[in-house]
């Protein structure tokens, strides 16, 4: 994968998880805030704990910073794996968000 390809996936990931965080704040009773800047993601609960997704372009990776550990994933196959355990992105990031938010959260790539 070239930069330019890597930034159009990378982007979209990013793009997602934001609509994904709208369509469980519009069924839950649940909020979590977030803020995108420049290739990066932060997600705040109302706990005030944060997961922070970012792009690191020159290695073609996204990396995930929660309250508990940090991951760093890579495109395989047409999806975003973590480079340690292999779990897929949309997984992590479900299993993550329900850890810090002390509540069940299921987020779909729609």
């Known amino acids: 994968m070239n930069d330019s390809q890597y930034n159009v996936i990378a982007d979209e990931l990013i793009l997602a998880v934001e609509d994904a965080i709208e369509d469980v704040n519009e069924r839950a009773d649940q909020e979590i805030d977030y803020e995108s800047v420049s290739g990066l993601l932060t997600l705040t609960f109302i706990?005030?704990?944060?997961?922070?997704?970012?792009?690191?372009?020159?290695?073609?990776?996204?990396?995930?910073?929660?309250?508990?550990?940090?991951?760093?994933?890579?495109?395989?196959?047409?999806?975003?794996?973590?480079k340690r355990s292999g779990d897929e992105f949309w997984q992590f990031l479900s299993a993550a968000t329900s850890k810090q938010a002390e509540t069940e959260i299921t987020l779909k790539n729609t």
């Open 47 to 82: 706990n005030q704990t944060k997961i922070i997704i970012n792009k690191q372009a020159p290695l073609h990776e996204i990396w995930v910073a929660t309250k508990f550990n940090g991951h760093h994933f890579i495109y395989q196959d047409n999806t975003w794996l973590d």
